[in-house]
């Protein structure tokens, strides 16, 4: 079985391999779709087509819906989409071990971004100014955000774009921003951007971007002056907050053979010019959450249908702080932290360590979840749970400790400084008696030193702060007797990586204790982790 409308026709091949399939019409979708598209979506990657494509695909399943997704992407839009007819196949992962395949047609038109392409260009401008169009949604990662260099200065092509105008834009959000021109162009109709990326405040990241343009272009008489008003009146042109989480990780060998089993001729990766691998199809674990900001100028899809949660702007941050802060994310740090250390590589087998799997359950149920932020939309206890007894464990995600450990000195001040400065601003809390995300600060100046708890050399992850806190513990070896305050001072005190001074919030001296009992000798982090594991 090929993944092409043709063979597609041979429903009775699918259905008997196990394929669910799509239900309805899909000529007629993709015409209703041309004629009045209603969401067009930047960033073709693999969680666009698991998640926001799937959630498309039960709306026109259940008759909820009669159009698709317009999906902009750049290389992988004519080697994955156009050359498998805008079809993908989705794999759920699920945690007893089992697959659920589902082809997923939802996607009615797939476009590339390119100021060279005039075809798509014309198209995309076509889309814009269409009044069916009600939301123009991104998943194209928070590098994509960033118009400045390390030296936060403009990038070359944002500069030239910013100097040009819209009339043939290079960077990414030149194109963007000129595409909303047109829509503005052509009677300043309504729309909602919707960034979808999984980082804080996302609406307003891509606000800032666009805006960038935006003033730059009217300030330079290149662009009408009220396009800047267009731009900043919420009524005109809205940009949600959302919160999203899905792992779709890179296509399991496991689930590849599976398909192929089953008869399903396409799965190999296609390898990009970028370096990067893509697929004919996606796996993807089954849990899933998407809350968006409900600030629609001109209506928007009935995504509520699919599971997808609309509310105002305080609960999509409430829901972030949950997961970001307590629920999730400190306890993937954790995991990634001491998985490297104790030579794990994979995350799910990490959890079958009644070791590691106490620690991050006494982290996540004892010290965070008293100061835990509760949106009411979710329930913290059964999302933690689902966490650690379901996500997790999963044996099927292949996501790796080392995959997760790479920028962890940009996300602690985050995922375990917020927690800190809640026990620090509560009366009825004692930010001393926090024992454990100290314990995960030892860890990771003890991961510094690029080597595990055999004494073996280790690779560490990339991170931009190594050129700065490696130096520090360079000098510390397996066996070294403390204590270790000149050398870990710097680290610690640094309110750029924990979010706090740690010692300001007196922790700074426990994580010191911990890292010279990490450090004591060979096995010295199995021996602690087993210690806390007989408390």
């Known amino acids: ?318 829901v972030e702080k949950m997961k970001v802060c307590t629920c999730l994310n400190p306890l993937h740090t954790t995991l990634a932290i001491f998985g490297c250390l104790l030579g794990y590589h994979k995350i799910s087998k990490e959890m079958e360590d009644p070791d590691l799997k106490n620690l991050v359950e006494k982290i996540g149920y004892n010290e965070g979840f008293p100061v835990v932020v509760n949106p009411k939309i979710i329930d913290p206890k059964k999302f933690i749970d689902e966490v650690l007894h379901v996500r997790f464990p999963n044996p099927f995600m292949p996501d790796t400790p080392q995959r997760i450990a790479t920028d962890t000195s940009q996300k602690l001040g985050i995922r375990f400084g917020e927690t800190i400065k809640a026990y620090m601003a509560r009366k009825d809390l004692n930010v001393t008696d926090l024992e454990l995300i100290p314990l995960v600060f030892a860890g990771w100046c003890r991961y510094l030193m690029g080597i595990d708890d055999n004494g073996d050399k280790m690779e560490l992850s990339s991170d931009p702060l190594l050129q700065e806190v490696v130096p520090c513990v360079a000098d510390i070896a397996l066996g070294d007797k403390g204590p270790f305050h000149d050398q870990l001072k710097p680290i610690l005190s640094n309110a750029n990586i924990f979010g706090v001074n740690l010692y300001e919030a007196r922790l700074g001296e426990k994580v010191e204790e911990y890292f010279a009992e990490l450090v004591s000798e060979k096995g010295a982090v199995r021996k602690m982790l087993r210690g806390i594991n007989h408390e």
């Open 1 to 318: 079985m090929k993944l092409n409308l043709d063979a597609l026709k041979h429903r009775d091949d699918w259905v008997k391999a196990g394929f669910k399939l799509p239900e309805f019409n899909i000529e007629q979708v993709r015409e209703n779709t041309k004629m009045n598209p209603v969401w067009i979506h930047f960033g073709a990657g693999n969680i666009f087509r698991a998640f926001m494509a799937n959630v498309q695909q039960n709306l026109l399943n259940a008759g909820k819906s009669d159009k698709g997704i317009v999906v902009v992407g750049g290389e992988s839009i004519e080697t994955i989409y156009q050359s498998h007819d805008n079809l993908t196949v989705l794999v759920t992962l699920k945690v007893d071990g089992t697959i659920e395949k589902t082809v997923i047609a939802s996607i009615a038109e797939s476009l590339v971004l390119d100021e060279k392409n005039d075809t798509n260009g014309s198209r995309l401008k076509e889309i814009f100014a269409n009044p069916s169009l009600q939301m123009v949604s991104f998943t194209i990662t928070e590098k994509g955000y960033k118009l400045k260099g390390v030296k936060d200065e403009y990038l070359s092509d944002v500069v030239e774009d910013l100097e040009n105008g819209p009339q043939s834009p290079a960077s990414y959000f030149g194109q963007v921003t000129a595409l909303i021109y047109e829509r503005y162009v052509h009677g300043g109709l309504p729309i909602a951007l919707v960034s979808m990326d999984n980082m804080s405040h996302n609406g307003t990241r891509l606000h800032e971007a666009v805006s960038a343009f935006a003033e730059s272009w009217a300030a330079k008489g290149l662009v009408d002056e009220g396009f800047k008003d267009y731009i900043n009146n919420s009524e005109s042109v809205s940009f949600p907050w959302s919160m999203i989480d899905k792992i779709t990780p890179r296509p399991d060998p496991s689930v590849r053979k599976m398909l192929k089993d089953d008869g399903f001729e396409d799965v190999e990766d296609v390898i990009t010019s970028k370096n990067s691998y893509v697929s004919p199809f996606v796996n993807a674990e089954e849990s899933e959450y998407l809350i968006i900001e409900d600030i629609f100028p001109n209506g928007r899809p009935n995504l509520e249908e699919g599971g997808v949660i609309f509310t105002d702007r305080e609960t999509v941050d409430k």
